[in-house]
């Protein structure tokens, strides 16, 4: 099958490509020069993730510099929660504070999912602008927070190592954690849906924190929202493609590929390749260098990258990291896995 001119595009949609499309999660970030220099510019994170001309620069930077096959807007996963109402700030070394739900007076004190639009309209234009900006051979994807992983941070109020302030709700007051989730699953529908009209080709969930979710507790509140939100994506907007990256699922990789539908899979660094093409037949792979590799470098960098693209060879596969890439990675060692993955 073969769906326009953009390598993204036609890998999603089931190609098998000689050489795979790529970018980098995180691609748009602190290992970049000028993105420290626009940051500084901006005078805060929130306010960067707001500003459509400073966000709009960052998300091109990485085009610019080394012609990813996609840009993926620049904002951040928490500004759904603000946009319902949660207090949101950024600890300068230390990451997101945010207001807590712990209980239905909590819950309360959020809004609709409908009132969202018009905190986050800066990230449409964001989305607008990137569309009329990029390379014709350039794909654009959007993206949301998965509702587990935001309400992780909404129930404990800062990243926390295992997510016990949610699994604890959802054991103490599960009707509250219930539609804590229903809430951020109909927020991010709207949210997604208004990234595919401002211009978004492509979508993708981040649940980052899939992997602290037990058996029953993964298909409830990592699996069931995905699918929702995958459903409600394909019947407003059926040729947009959404990406899924339960990170940490371990086995749970093809339930949640077959409960979703999702029209391709990011794997993290543990995810062996050679399972992944075996298990998941027929589904997109994306992934799954160590993102490590791009601190360190060297023939240990080349000889993974070109292993990665070669275990996905067999089918549909999008050259990506398996996980964010890190402020202390080497710019350099970026271009010299573009060599290594196109020769």
Known sequence: MRTGTKLLMRALAGETLAVPPVWMMRQAGRYLPEYRATRARAGSFLDLCYDPDLATEVTLQPIRRFGFDAAIL??????????????????????PRLSTVTGAEDLARLGPAEAIHETLAPVYETVRRLRAELPAETALIGFAGAPWTVATYMVAGRGTPDQAPARRLIYTDRPVFDAL????????????????????????????????????????????PAARIVAALRAAAPGVPVIGFPRGAGGNYQSFAAATGVSALALDTSV?????????????????????????????????????????????HVFNLGHGITPDADPANVERMLRAIRG
């Open 272 to 316: 062996d390749p050679a399972w992944a093409r075996r298990a998941l037949p027929g589904i997109c792979l994306q992934g799954n260098l160590d993102p490590l590799l791009l601190v360190t470098g060297g023939s240990a960098l080349d000889a993974a990258t070109r292993a990665c693209v070669a275990a996905f060879a067999g089918g549909p």
């Open 74 to 95: 620049f904002a951040d996963i928490l500004l759904v929660p603000q946009a319902l109402g949660a207090d949101l700030r950024f600890v300068e070394g230390e990451g």
């Open 181 to 224: 989730i229903e809430r951020i699953t109909e927020a991010t529908i709207a949210y997604l849906l208004r990234q595919i009209e401002a211009g978004a080709e492509v979508v993708k969930l981040f649940d980052s924190w899939a992997g602290a979710l037990p058996g029953a507790e993964f298909d409830a509140y990592c699996a069931r």
